[in-house]
Nanobody, 120 residues
Framework: QVQLAESGGGLVQAGGSLRLSCAAS????????MGWFRQAPGKEREFAAA????????SYVDSVKGRFTISRDNAKNTVYLQMNSLKPEDTAVYYC?????????????WGQGTQVTVSS
């Protein structure tokens, strides 16, 4: 299996920036892509961004395009989410996920989550 550990959450004012990190360990050779999801209070978990582990290709939900950037460092088995121009509606628990062998997120590995709070 692949284990994931997120870090970098916190409290920031609107317009500010944060960078989340997610370090993968274990059977990392299984990773096909990695992603960030978020869950706001009272809402369902939603996709935020993803990156192909080999290809580096990226995808984003429309609401974060132009503000968030996902990147990875394969040598460190780490994926990052740089979040700029943060808005109060970005407040959520952010989860890192690893899609193994392209089998999909639901059967992949998930981190414990890190809280991001954006004050107005």
């Amino acid at each position: 299996q692949v284990q994931l550990a997120e870090s970098g959450g916190g409290l920031v004012q609107a317009g500010g920036s944060l960078r989340l990190s997610c370090a993968a360990s274990g059977r990392t050779f299984r990773i096909y892509r990695m992603g960030w999801f978020r869950q706001a209070p009272g809402k369902e978990r939603e996709f935020a961004a993803a990156i192909g582990w080999s290809s580096g290709s990226t995808s984003y939900v429309d609401s974060v395009k132009g503000r968030f950037t996902i990147s990875r460092d394969n040598a460190k088995n780490t994926v990052y989410l740089q979040m700029n121009s943060l808005k109060p509606e970005d407040t959520a628990v952010y989860y890192c996920a690893a899609d193994q062998y392209g089998r999909g997120w639901d059967v992949g590995s998930w981190g414990q989550g890190t809280q991001v709070t954006v004050s107005s």
